[in-house]
């Protein structure tokens, strides 16, 4: 007589549903989950993606010795870098004969709030443009994000250094004074 350890029988029907049950359970929970996180990522990725345009953009004016700026378009959720041709050229004739990169949109769900500037302008609608000078020097400007759930993101240019900072919320734009160089 032969002693067999194992079973002939395979899974039955039932047990096939329950595991499909649990593992459907399994795989909506977890997109539940991710869903919740997912606009939260997508700001501070968008906010991340503009920080590295904005330092790109301030090596770059420097190291082509060429005026650069950052176009910002509020209505279509977009931005790109233009490049003047010569650096004799005036910041408000940057219009003529630029070099423009592809307009870069941001992340689905992201949208422009507005943009400050350290001089006190502020502007949210239609585009605007930031400069970037061949001596290093940008204007301090910090550039606010909100998201479909009213978050917050904040990225700026600090104008003396040129550090860049990505802020969760809405950050005002630091004064510069005579008092911090005393």
């Known amino acids: ?39 939260k990522a997508r700001i501070f990725a ?21 005026f650069l700026r950052l176009e910002i378009d509020f209505e279509h959720r977009r931005y790109r870098w233009a490049r003047a041709p ?24 992201v949208q422009f709030e507005d943009v400050t500037f350290d001089d006190g302008g502020q502007k949210s609608e239609q585009v605007l443009w930031a400069p970037f000078n061949p001596n290093g020097l ?22 003396l250094t040129g550090a860049i900072r990505i802020h969760d919320g809405y950050k005002e734009v630091p004064k510069v004074e005579e008092s911090m160089f005393e």
């Open 46 to 66: 968008s906010a991340r993606e503009l920080g590295s345009m904005m330092e790109y953009l301030r090596n770059e004016a420097m190291v082509q010795k060429r």
């Open 1 to 39: 007589m032969r002693r067999r350890f194992g079973s002939d029988r395979g899974m039955t029907m039932v047990e096939i549903l329950v595991v499909i049950l649990l593992l459907g359970l399994a795989i909506s929970a977890i997109a539940l989950n991710f869903d919740s996180v997912t606009p």
């Open 138 to 159: 940008p204007q301090g400007f910090v550039i606010h994000l909100i998201n479909e759930e009213g978050r917050r993101v904040s990225t700026e240019i600090n104008g």
């Open 86 to 109: 010569e650096v004799e050229q005036a910041r408000e004739n940057l219009e003529t004969d630029s070099e423009y990169s592809e307009w870069k949109a941001l992340l689905r769900g």
